[in-house]
């Protein structure tokens, strides 16, 4: 799909291996890839790819290397747990043009709307932004059980309930994922992020005031607005370990919009543990097919 | 208002605060409350007031206690932060003709479905439910700011923001409480309650994962179908020390609808910290007036 390209493909990598897989791909498929490595985000070892680092705010430093680099297609990829305060911005001209709204989109939106006002700069510095499954469609969840552990009909429940949440969630720009326990919804994803709400998960169930008797599902879901070419709900070995200490009978992710990483992994941890991995339909409308 | 009462009011009492005020205001109005103090929930000192200790599932000592004491009227007053596990409920006969609804509803409900269910079955004792705001009219909030503070424009933006993200997790029947910062929303509060979710927005705060130049608002709401008979949301002055913990410029909560427990104090610790308290008018379709 990325054959006959004219330019080269860089990857804007933040943390987790979410960007090293989609690189890895990419060199699979013909690519050369060029690394952006964001400063105190992309926290891998990167030697194995050409790569420079720049800081989150540095949209100037951004436009020169594009053209140096003969780049034409970009590929957002990885976590960005901080957003650069304002002092770090170092703005270009083509961004001093649009400076009021690009201030009050980076002081007061929601991740959504950050995340179109990045593309929308990169896209004005003359590369495309592209999906990262669109690199490594391989890496995509696909629909049912994933490992050899299928959810139950309570488990079935849960995750009617915790997807309804996320949509919910997910329309107010806040986080990706819920947790249900016996139809009980116990905990919302915001900023945290999903590894947070799953330890505050543990840490109630430790405390009884989660039912130790009923175990509960982790969903993730694509917020309903959001542009599919950046930040789709990830998961990995670590998820399924998380979801573990936090009693969980298992994990659903959208299928098609969600990322598996280290997948082999990933099963046998969740297979061990007795856990389930499942990729889910979720409607328009948000009804589970 | 409670004048004239043939019967004894009860107050059925969970953690915090909030019970031993409602106490005291009916004592106050010329009312003799008997305390029913929770197991496990009920923290402080009630020998002031004439009381007997009941497992939180313990339905059949309760139908005993409130006809040996001739109670007519029932207030529900204080956090209950743990469900009775099956094995701890002692059905009497009226509960067990209902038994495989109140199975389902105590397994599975949000906590409405579960109070509104708690309500049946005390009126099914013969008592009435009334709310802890109709025996302490005095500890509900009032519209506009009520300490010597405030909220400017941007806290008005925050406050709108979180608003409506605590009315949306309202719906879904999880929590009353939300953070927004900047404009972005930050937090929602699930089982770990709003001293919790501050904590959490504390040490987001710390990690330098929320702005440290924007400070932020917590705002409390009714559910939207919430029986008012119980679980208004509390405010006190260890709510304004986590919000001032937490770097937040304030809290909002629903005018007429919220309790606000020790005001002076509460008022004080918010002047000296910096922070403002507001009551809001919050329509029926969720827009702030």
């Known amino acids: 799909m990325t054959q006959g390209a004219a330019g080269r493909l860089a990857i804007i990598a933040g943390s987790g291996f979410l960007p090293y897989y989609v690189a890895e791909a990419a060199q699979q498929s013909g690519e050369t890839p060029f690394i952006i490595r964001l400063k105190n985000e992309a926290d891998l070892d990167w030697t194995k790819f050409e790569n420079v680092s720049i800081s989150v705010g540095d949209v100037s430093a951004l436009g020169k290397l594009l053209s140096a680099q003969g780049i034409d297609r970009v590929v957002l990829s990885g976590g960005v747990s901080r957003r650069p305060e304002w002092r770090e911005i170092r703005p270009n001209f083509k961004m001093i043009a649009k400076m009021p709204s690009i201030i009050r989109t980076l002081l007061s939106g929601g991740d959504d709307t950050v995340l179109q006002m990045v593309i929308r700069l990169i896209e004005a510095q003359g590369a495309r932004v ?76 430790a405390e009884g005031r989660i039912s130790s008797r009923r175990k509960g599902v982790l969903v993730k879901l694509c917020k309903p607005q959001q542009d599919i070419r950046a930040d789709l709900p990830t998961i990995g070995p670590s998820t399924v370990e998380n979801a573990a200490k936090a009693g969980l009978a298992g994990i659903a992710v959208e299928a098609g919009r969600a990322f598996v990483l280290d997948r082999e992994v990933m099963l046998r941890v969740a297979d061990d543990a007795g856990l389930f991995v499942c990729g889910i339909d979720v409607g328009l409308a948000g009804e589970m097919m």
Do not use: C, F, W, Y
């Open 130 to 205: 592209i999906g990262a499954h669109e690199i490594a469609p391989g890496l995509l969840a696909t629909t049912g059980a994933l490992g050899n552990i299928a959810p139950g009909d309570d488990d079935h429940r849960d995750i009617a309930k915790a997807a309804k949440a996320a949509l919910a969630l997910g329309a107010l720009d806040v986080g990706q994922g819920s947790v249900s326990v016996g139809g009980r919804l116990v905990a919302l994803e915001g900023v945290e992020g999903t590894d947070g709400m799953l330890a505050r998960v543990a840490s109630l169930r």
